[in-house]
């Protein structure tokens, strides 16, 4: 599916940039799926994981239903979005020219591969959809932008992904990054049918490109 996965960063939740974000991905051209991060429901999930007990499984499946709730809010607050829960929604959203956002609980739940612990957020899942759908491209907005000379890995070890992100990532998948200072010309890239913000790279990649 040649769309862009856009996923959008929990931290965004109580920014007051989250609405020009929606505003600048509505006059998008290129299709796109939203993958909701899940910020302050997430949070819940982990400052309460000790106090009541639950397992990582648990947490797991709470986190997915994090994002379902953030992903809610999204859909309230834009024009274009709507709710899909599964491969044929997302289509129909896209052929109906609106913007899915992705309620990932009915084709995660009972994915045996995927690991039930905090390795896995939002960051991974947006990666893990980006392969289901064959995209051939990954946003990740966030509130940081992309340091210079950054690569996939350095984002990892830097703790900007979660831990699980690198492996998770297709190689097929270029993958862009987009913070605070890509806002402002975010809506008119997207209106143009490029991606704002900015590229990082693949360590492995460059070394083979290196290599005679």
Known sequence: MDVLVVKIGGSLARSGD????????????????????????????????SPIGYDDAAAHRMAILAMEQFGYALVSRGRRLVAAASEEAIAQALAADRIPVWMPSAMLFDDPDLPQDWSVTSDSLAAWLARRLKAPRLLLVKQIDLPKDATIESLSRARMVDEAFVQMLPETVALSLAGPAALGSAGRRLAEGMVPGSVARRTSTASAEATP
């Open 18 to 49: 989250l609405p020009r974000w929606i505003q600048a991905l509505e006059e998008s051209r290129t299709p796109l799926v939203i993958v909701p991060g899940g910020g302050p429901f997430a949070d819940a999930v982990r400052n309460n994981q």
